[in-house]
């Protein structure tokens, strides 16, 4: 498997615009994660998804933040309209399962730029 | 609610050195403990986990024991490389959905 796997890896946009980050999980785990990491807050969750169904989004900082997951294989973390203290590394992962010890894989991340 | 707290870096230390990073926890019931390592410019992956009080998680010569009693879950490697520098992140896992929580991360760095 080709692991997780997240675009764009780079983004730099400017305060105002939308910005859509993207992220396709491991086939065949049943959870997606979004985080935020900055140096100032470490690693955020944001929400969490069970089987395309969001669970949890009590993370996502205020109304700007939206995240779908229409399929079992893509998700999506919009952010409109962007702002500068936006400006952080968002880390998609996945997990099979909630069993006791199930691992979290990551993806590289998307390392965003809010000029 | 769950939290774990780790000691803060960075770490610096010369190659083949003795590393210890400690990690307590704050959690009910009987969590999953969890260490990953993140290179720099890559996402977090796993480095070790232990299950229940007194299993020992290794990997790639690092060590980790779930200690109930303290309620830590310290890291450690008797030798380490340089290729080892990264960041270490100390985890829980509990409760509904084992929801992740996170420590607050350790930058080591070996130096030649």
């Known amino acids: 498997d080709a692991g997780v796997i997240q675009s764009p890896r780079h983004e730099v946009t400017e305060m105002g615009q939308e910005v859509t980050l993207r992220c396709k999980p491991i086939?065949?785990?049943?959870?997606l994660f979004w985080y935020r990491q900055t140096m100032m807050r470490g690693l955020e969750l944001l929400i969490y998804f069970n089987n395309n169904v969001p669970i949890d989004d009590s993370g996502m900082p205020e109304d700007r933040f939206s995240a779908k997951m229409p399929n079992a294989s893509f998700s999506t973390l919009k952010i409109q309209p962007s702002e500068p203290r936006d400006s952080a590394v968002y880390f998609c992962?996945?997990?099979?399962?909630?069993?006791?010890?199930?691992?979290?894989?990551f993806g590289p991340g998307t390392r965003l730029t809010v000029t | 609610g769950n939290s774990v707290t780790q000691m803060e870096g960075p770490v610096t230390l010369s190659e083949e050195a003795f590393l210890t990073i400690n990690c307590t926890y704050t959690?009910?019931?009987?969590?999953?403990l969890f260490w990953y390592v993140q290179y720099p410019g890559e996402g977090l992956q796993l480095l070790l986990k232990a299950t229940k009080a007194d299993d020992k998680g290794s990997n790639k010569g690092f060590e980790a024991t779930y200690r109930k009693e303290t309620t830590s879950f310290h890291l450690e490697k008797g030798s380490v490389q340089v290729s080892d520098s990264a960041v270490y992140f100390c985890a829980l896992s509990g409760g509904g959905y084992q929801k992740v929580t996170f420590g607050t991360g350790t930058k080591l760095q070996v130096i030649p």
């Open positions: 992962a996945s997990r099979q399962s909630i069993m006791p010890g199930s691992e979290q894989y």
């Open positions: 959690a009910t019931g009987y969590p999953s």
């Open positions: 086939s065949g785990h049943d959870y």
